[in-house]
């Protein structure tokens, strides 16, 4: 999601991973769709969308990795 030259995070732990890698936190706000939650906006860049799609990646990865460890340990 993006707001000009900002980039909307629903995530707080996409939004954590990005400070790790150097990308500074503009400004958090409410959720306007679940004010119990916040959104983190960060500025629209394309190395944020890079850290973003490895950020996925790494996701899957690990996803698939712990389903094959699984099946494994049952078989």
Do not use: W
């Not at 900002?6 to 306007?32: D, R």
């Not at 679940?34 to 969308?49: A, D, I, R």
């Not at 996701?59 to 698939?64: D, H, I, K, S, Y």
């Amino acid at each position: 999601m993006e707001n000009k030259r900002h980039y909307i995070i629903k995530s707080i732990y996409l939004a954590k991973y990005l400070q790790q890698k150097g990308f500074e936190l503009v400004k958090v706000k409410m959720n306007k769709f679940y004010p119990k939650h916040n959104v983190f906006l960060f500025e629209s860049t394309e190395e944020l969308h890079q850290a973003i799609s490895e950020y996925h990646n790494t996701r899957e990865e690990l996803r698939a990795l712990e389903q094959r460890l699984c099946h494994d340990i049952h078989e």
